[in-house]
């Protein structure tokens, strides 16, 4: 048995003396070296004749000798069994390795204190890779943390560019703009100058944060100022603090704000206007910053170009389609002109020709149909005479041409004469009128009759089945004459009312009642141009009732 | 030499109407006016004339409305001839199917000549 365990016993000092990778050594109970193997030499440089006998604490860096460690690691290791450690400890040379340490007391087999079993691992190896680690781990997460800022900075320049696309108009896209500029750079302000080329200056034309930019609309010359500078030298520029730098806007000191940072709006080399954003904190803005402004500034830079051409598409969209209208408006206009006047022609040819045959064959027409025939021509004839005046007036009016000739006119005579004239005309319309003897103003009388016989005309078209026509004459008020006319017709609908004085317009065209559609849109001219004006009061079905008043000038007051 | 051919005159232009009463009664006809397509159909459930002669623009019944309920009655029916003064009488005719036209303003001659032709073609 003894030798079996001198056997045993030596085996395992062989076993632990070989043993490479661990310094594996027995120190005494006060902790200088007992025994030492081949790990113990090859990790700690020592030889065994060099250590064994010396104090375990020459392993221990020198300040953490001096503070006791090694003491405390055998108290530690006797009170509790064992003591692990990881940690710096020295080579013979001095150099420093990272251990891991495990002290372990020894008991006799009657339990008393013999000494302490020591385990040392080089662990400096793993150190350094679990250093490596964590640099990588470090870098990766400094790399994924730039890559989020990049994909940050990209999902912001993706809103300002949908902001940029969704609108075509440019007061809308400015909106938006400031919102989405103001949101992805965190500022406090926001404003958008566009450049007056014509004036070289720039005008506030949007502002988040400093809105009374905008309504005070002061221009700021190229050159000047912060925003001046920045379309000046077409760069971006920043204001760390605006209270020490030459920023001059009494607004932007008003408002408190401390930082500035602009950039130029540049689209194809062209120079735009200026988009800036503030702070009201102090705020460096950092290259990062400046060069993401200005990025979101070439992106608002070209919306606002395509929204400025969409509007001049649509400007210029707008007149081709009103020339095409008008075009349109002349081409019905002729068309109904020509109708109009084949009408008179068409009778007044047919009844000479009549008469002319009738003549050749040496006969005659009996006398009441010869009357009919004369009084038509010479009906006709007037109404010819009529439409080729308002073709005249319209032409006049279209070069500016209409001149009145005014002269002191009775026109109680002259408004007579044409309800006369009117009522001549028809035999289911009863006309009356109440007028003083003489009503005296300074009219051209060419014209105010022209007026007076549209409107008569009109009563008597637009009243199909016949009925009363009212004329009253008056003065309506001191130096103001009053004519009305009231008709028991087809009236004028609501919608209609306000369109029956523009040229060409008839209420009723549907209903193919004739005209040029230019009696009512001479009058108005002709009324105007005396100083007076001209209106209807009208309910559909239930008549109409027209009424120009105008000034009886100096006339008036003369006779009286 | 016209025996008492009857002619249906639809015209709303007063004067019109009546010249083309007094032209072709002087040459023997025997003429109805209409004011109106209205007016016109109701003639036709009294008399029936051996022609037409149909203005386009007119208030009430236009001569669109009056061809198409023309087309409505019973045959025979009497041949159309439309007398407008639109740019393009032969495309007025063309679309109400009228058997002939007239532009106005027209002479007598010709209007007189246009009636007989188609009198004649019956």
Redesign the interface.
Known sequence: MALKTELESDLFRLLVEGVQDYAIFLLDPDGRVQSWNAGAQRIKGYRADEVIGKHFSIFYPPEEARRGKPAYALRTALEEGRWADEGWRIRSDGSRFWASVLITALRDGRGRHVGFAKVTRDLSERKRAEEERLRLLEMERGARTQAETALDQLRAIQTVTEAALAHLELDALLATLLDRVSEVLNVDTVAILLLNEDEQVLMPRAAKGIEEEVVAGIPLPLGQGFAGRIAAERRPITVDDVEQSDVRNPILREKGVKSLLGAPLIVRGRVLGVLHVGTLYYRRFNANDVSFLQIVADRAALAIEHARLYEATRLAREEAEEAIRAVQLRDEFL?TA??EL??????????A??LL??SARGGA?DSA?FQ??VE?IH??AGNLSRLVTQLLEMSRLDGGHLELDRAPEDLARLVSRAVEQAQSQTERHTLTLDAPPELWAEVDAFRFEQVVANLLDNAIKYS?DGGHVEVELAQSRPGWVRLAVRDEGLGIPADRQSHIFERYYQAHAA????GLGLGLYLSRQIVERHGGRIWAESAEGRGSRFVVEVPARVVAEARA | MNGTRRLLVVE??D??R???E??LA?EGYEVVTARDGAVALATLNQEQPDLILLDM????V?GWEFARRYAELPPPRPPVIVIT???DASRRAAEIGAQGYLA??????D?LQLVDDHLDAR
Do not use: C
């Not at chain 1, 084949?342 to 009844?351: D, I, N, Q, W, Y």
């Not at chain 2, 623009?57 to 009430?60: L, Y």
């Open positions: 068309s020509a109708h084949k009408t008179p022609v068409t009778s007044l040819r047919g009844f020709e009549l045959r009738m027409l149909r009919r025939a038509s009906h006709q199909p209903s193919h009642r004739s | 709303d232009d004067s019109i009546d010249m083309m007094m032209v002087s623009k007119m208030p009430i236009d003064a639109a740019q106005k303003p027209f002479s007598i001659d209007l």
